[in-house]
């Protein structure tokens, strides 16, 4: 499993906190996800085997939310 912290910005109320983590949670290859609104950061554990980063970061900018 890989574990990474994303810089996330856009991010401002319990709305964000579900659309980021339900979309990347629903990603296969990830097993979890937690979003931190003040310090504006997302920790993603993943299978790199099965699912990218870049899919992931990809998927948080789908939901309208800019990633460091």
């Known amino acids: 499993m890989e574990k ?3 810089n996330v910005q856009g991010m401002s109320c319990d709305h ?3 659309a ?3 979309s990347v949670g629903e990603l296969n ?8 609104l ?3 950061t997302v920790d993603v ?6 699912v ?3 899919k992931i970061k990809e998927t948080i900018d789908d939901q309208g939310y800019d990633v460091k």
Do not use: M, R, Y
């Open 38 to 40: 003040k310090a504006n």
């Open 16 to 18: 964000c906190v579900k």
């Open 45 to 50: 554990e993943f299978n790199i085997q099965e």
């Open 4 to 6: 990474v912290t994303l």
């Open 20 to 22: 980021v983590e339900g």
């Open 52 to 54: 990218s980063l870049d």
């Open 29 to 36: 290859g990830v097993n979890s996800v937690k979003v931190n």
